[in-house]
């Protein structure tokens, strides 16, 4: 009796896996329980893996991260006429069990959607202009961190050394940006070691999503803690997510004891933006929780992870590209001495 049960047991479970939830969805490589097919991604080349997986089961086919089913496309075509000719279709986000954590639930602006995403996202946009954003302030902003930058490098270049780090100096001169915007000051030499600091924060963040045992714990953090080799992973996790939440924590704390939230004056950072209209929002009696301590937080730590990474990486990338094809070096220097001689360059 006990070997019918377990029999049946495994027949519906791979059944289920191998069959019943695949059977709505494009065709794809047969996923491993538990595992998807995560495996063939951590031990082949990712993009020798794509072509392979497209050249077998065509532009549209389905993999699996764990137990969350991934529809990938892989022609122009499909992707235009997808996301932007049908593009609110799939304005949303696909859930991560693991942000519950990292930001106290679904909180920020990236992995949210529906009315929380739109006020949030369109009280950032309302900030961010009144700072400058896309005006002759901004670039102000920009030129101030491009001078330190350059300053930077040639210090680095007369103190003798044979290797400079350009990835470096762009890491810090966005950071910069980043920090000025959302906490109100800029990462001097004094802050340097501040500024790695919440650098590392962020790159363990994103490395950590690329990770097997990450995805694999995705369908269920609190659950899989619970057994040994996961438990281990889960603790390392959470402290480290305790050290970036208290990091932004402590700086909104901060900015809550010195704000006068009665003056007229307008607010110099994002932090400061947000603490004032959480005060007047709970003056008027509103009741949404739209703009709660929890959202700040997610906000900015999702500002830094999509502003710092993204955008230094393809600076820096520009600047590898320029090394390895010195003609197109050559050629955009000399039309900048053409165009511009010795002044500065400005958007108009």
């Not at 900030?127 to 302030?137: A, D, E, I, Q, T």
């Not at 080799?229 to 889960?234: A, G, K, L, P, V």
């Not at 009665?262 to 007047?280: I, M, N, W």
């Amino acid at each position: 009796m006990f070997l019918l049960i377990f029999g049946t047991f495994i027949f519906l479970y791979f059944f289920f896996h191998l069959y019943w939830k695949r059977k709505n969805l494009p065709p794809g490589p047969i996923p491993l329980p538990f595992f998807g097919n995560l495996l063939s991604l951590y031990f082949t080349d990712m993009e020798t893996q794509f072509q392979k997986w497209k050249k077998q089961y065509g532009d549209l086919h389905t993999i699996w991260f764990g137990d969350m089913p991934i529809v990938t496309l892989h022609d122009a075509p499909t992707i235009l006429e997808t996301f932007l000719k049908d593009g609110e279709t799939y304005a949303g986000r696909p859930y991560f069990k693991w942000d519950d954590i990292v930001r106290n639930g679904r909180n920020g602006v990236i992995f949210t959607e529906g009315e929380r995403w739109r006020e949030n996202r369109r009280f950032a946009l309302h900030v961010f202009r009144n700072f400058g954003l896309g005006k002759n302030l901004m670039q102000e902003r920009v030129l101030v961190e491009v001078t330190n930058l350059i300053t930077d490098i040639k210090d680095e270049i007369l103190s003798g050394k044979n290797e400079v780090s350009v990835q470096n100096a762009i890491d810090l001169a966005v950071g910069s940006i980043i920090n000025s915007l959302t906490l109100g000051y800029r990462y001097g030499k004094e802050k340097r070691e501040e500024f790695e600091k919440v650098k590392k924060f962020a790159q363990f963040l994103v490395s950590q999503a690329g990770k097997p045992v990450y995805r694999v714990m995705d369908n269920g953090p609190e659950f899989y803690k619970n057994f040994p080799i996961f438990n281990s992973y889960y603790k390392y996790f959470t402290t480290e997510v305790e050290k970036v939440k208290n990091y932004f924590v402590d700086h909104i704390e901060e900015h809550r004891k010195v704000i006068d939230f009665e003056s007229e004056e307008d607010p110099t950072d994002f932090v400061e933006a947000f603490l004032r209209h959480q005060y007047k929002q709970k003056a008027e009696g509103t009741t949404d929780n739209y703009f709660d301590d929890d959202q700040l937080y997610a906000t900015i730590l999702d500002l830094w992870i999509a502003g710092q990474e993204t955008t230094s990486n393809t600076l820096a990338w520009m600047c590898v590209y320029l090394i390895q094809y010195p003609q197109v070096q050559q050629k955009l220097h000399h039309e900048l001495d053409k165009k511009l001689k010795d002044s500065v360059i400005w958007f108009q």
